[in-house]
């Protein structure tokens, strides 16, 4: 079963705009991670937040957490076409991983 | 430093048909999963290994499904007999220990189901 929930489902941008991803979830946490999945290089794990942290910065990769909401957002400042991917939060309970739906991200030039 | 190896790439089958999926973790991970991505969603964690243990196999369907993690390193998923609705890609991860939360993603086995 899917934990996580992306908002939204697909999202095109132009190259240099900024992309936020939301991620929503049910249950209570460890941490919550997000990965990215393209077709040439499968999945990739890009930032885990813990779930005594509000935000994390990463390169060009901004996360925030609000456990009170049950929800995580995703931030990629001034994208590029290599950033076109399906972005996943992935939350963390008890060591066990588990998915959300996914946000499909479409960068032009 | 090599990454989780999973082969074949891709596998064409009839229904009822057996299939197996193998996997080579990066060395010196202790902790082994599978997952059952759909077209469209994310993973959906199959079964967790901690060396040769499995630690959670609840989302296994085991009326066809079994894996089993020789000597705590490679592992095999078999799928027996297959179903349609198994046509799926069938991804490998591990990860330094149960505690270490970072995981490593092969490329998966793009299975379909005829």
């Known amino acids: 079963s899917q934990q996580g929930e992306e908002d939204p489902q697909a999202l095109s941008i132009q190259e240099g705009e900024n992309a936020t991803m939301n991620c929503s979830y049910k249950?209570?946490?460890?941490?919550l991670q997000w990965y990215r999945q393209n077709s040439g290089r499968g999945l990739v794990h890009l930032i885990l937040?813990?779930?005594?942290?509000r935000e994390k910065h990463s390169g060009r990769l901004r996360v925030t957490l609000d456990t009170s909401k049950k929800s995580s957002s995703l931030l990629i400042t001034a994208s590029r076409a290599a950033d076109t991917a399906s972005y996943f939060c992935a939350t963390v309970d008890g060591g066990k991983l588990t998915f959300g739906t996914g946000t499909r991200l479409q960068v032009t030039l | 430093e090599a990454g989780v190896v999973q082969s074949p790439r891709y596998k064409i089958i009839e229904k009822k048909q057996p299939v197996a999926f193998w996997c080579n973790p990066i060395s010196g991970h202790n902790t082994l999963y599978w997952y059952r991505q759909n077209l469209g969603q994310g993973p959906e964690l199959l079964i967790r290994y901690e060396n040769e243990e499995a630690v959670d196999d609840s989302q296994l369907p085991k009326d066809r499904f079994s894996a089993e993690r020789l000597k705590g390193v490679d592992s095999t998923l078999k799928i027996q007999p297959a179903e349609l609705g198994d046509s799926a890609v069938y991804l490998c991860a591990s990860s330094l220990a149960l505690g270490y939360y970072e995981q490593f993603f092969g490329p998966g086995t793009r299975l379909t189901v005829l």
């Open positions: 249950t209570s946490i460890n941490n």
């Open positions: 937040i813990r779930s005594n942290e």
